[in-house]
């Protein structure tokens, strides 16, 4: 059964920090090119950003680039989402995907996605 556990959400001031940690269990992590998504309330399911299987490459939103940083350990099975600079607008639940297969190309895509974690809320203050 697979599993994808988020944590590291919570309360921050504009301008603050959080990181988001998504832990994998019952797949083949290396497999996977992983992504996080953000969903605020009364809106869509929105890209945030997601990284290659091997690490090797990442792919951000525009609205994050700067600011946030996607890494992941696959000796862990775990990824990783920086939040710097926090904005009001930020403020949402984020869940994180795996998309199955090493392939060159990642996606922004949540067809892509196989599986989904439950997510964590960010809320950020202004």
């Known amino acids: 059964q697979v599993q994808l556990v988020e944590s590291g959400g919570g309360l921050v001031q504009a301008g603050g920090s959080l990181r988001l940690s998504c832990v994998a269990s019952g797949l083949t992590f290396s497999n996977y090119a992983m992504g996080w998504f953000r969903q605020a309330p009364g809106k869509g399911r929105d890209f945030v950003v997601a990284i290659r299987w091997d690490g090797a490459s990442t792919y951000y939103a525009d609205s994050v680039k700067g600011r946030f940083t996607i890494s992941r350990d696959n000796a862990k099975n775990t990824v990783y989402l920086q939040m710097n600079s926090l904005k009001p607008e930020d403020t949402a639940v984020y869940a994180c995907?795996?998309?199955?297969?090493?392939?060159?190309?990642?996606?922004?895509?949540?067809?892509?996605?196989?599986?989904w974690g439950q997510g964590t809320q960010v809320t950020v203050s202004s």
């Open positions: 995907a795996a998309d199955r297969g090493r392939t060159p190309l990642i996606s922004r895509r949540p067809q892509a996605y196989d599986f």
